[in-house]
């Protein structure tokens, strides 16, 4: 098992800095979904990451903890959550995304 | 070389892949973008195979979204680590032998030029401190002095990180790496200075940790390289790996780098910021009004 990044909804959704979003080495990796945060009662949406997509290196961390001061972001063993995002279960929008959850690890 | 390359050929919307219909319905092209909306839209950047938490992917990542015109663009790489990112993304990648990478851009932009005439297609060499300051050194100071329309991007990790930690003309004295146990016997090489003596329009240093200020010398290099002349960025994108730093610290490093000696610079060319100022709205070097004069009271 391998550790990826896990962004807490309701702490992200509360600030929705967008900042993990910009410092995540790659690409697509780190997505923003109006729809996360909305569904849960807050103003702004949140970041949530493709496990699929994610190499581990904890970079937003570092950048939610001493940037923006959020402590949203944590790293969990792909197999300790429960649903995560994929790349195959995101649709993008006007300017948004969507995410179905599903369980990462397959069998 | 156009929008129409970035669609389906008729009746193979269903075949491709998920991540290639992102791409055409929802990816950059034809539209502004900026690093603001990043984790809203699909990006030409894919999957690649560098290392977790590489600042010079970030960097590609940054520069790639910041490209005004993705879809009118070339980049052009040589060896390296950078290509190994740069060549997995929506934007036509041209690999050029080690060292070469600017003569190859000088032809190429040349010939978009007498093929396209007027409209804008932009060439951006990206290639990394040994291609450029090393290896293609003489090309690449030779294409400055021609004036070569195009942009050159330095991917600057001070170290030969794809074959295991040669020192390199940038990398800086006494650093003491896998395959230099000595420690460098020389200074890094001033290419910033450099690139202004041999009369680059536009010549910035930057760091990754800023995405917007990345974004704008990019933007600014570009434009400025479509009809005024050369541009050159010296980005530095640490190696994790040869340098040891944890990853969780890479963004931590380049702040310290650039609080130390990688400070942000930018030279732009009085031509380039008239070029900018009529062409693009460019606001920031316009002539600020003079302070109004003391108020002089009035006789009574």
Redesign the interface.
Known sequence: MYLVADIDVEICAAKSCKLCTQYCPEANTIQYSDELGKDKGFKYGSAYVAVDRCKGCAQCVWVCDNMAKNHAIKMIMIDQLPKAALTDNITYGEKSTTAVLVSPVVG | MSLDYVKFSSGFEKFMP??YR?MV??GPFGKKIS?????????????HP?C????M??FI??AMIAFPNPEDTITVGTAGCGRLAISQAAIPFVYGNYGDQNGVASGLSRGLRLRFGDKPKDVVVMAGDGGTADIGFQQVLHSWFRKERFTTIMLDNEVYGNTGGQESGMTNRGAVLKMAPLGKKFEKMDMVQMAKVAGCAYVATVVP?N?RRVESVIKKAVLIAREVGSTYIQAYTSCNIEYAIP??????DAKNVENDRYAFSEYISDEAKQYLTERYGYKEFLQKPAAPAAAIPNKA
């Open positions: 998920k991540e992102d319905e929802h690093v603001s909306q990043m984790g809203s839209f699909k990006e030409v950047l894919e999957e560098m977790a938490g590489c600042a992917t970030l990542r940054l940790n995405p990853t969780d610290k890479v963004m931590e």
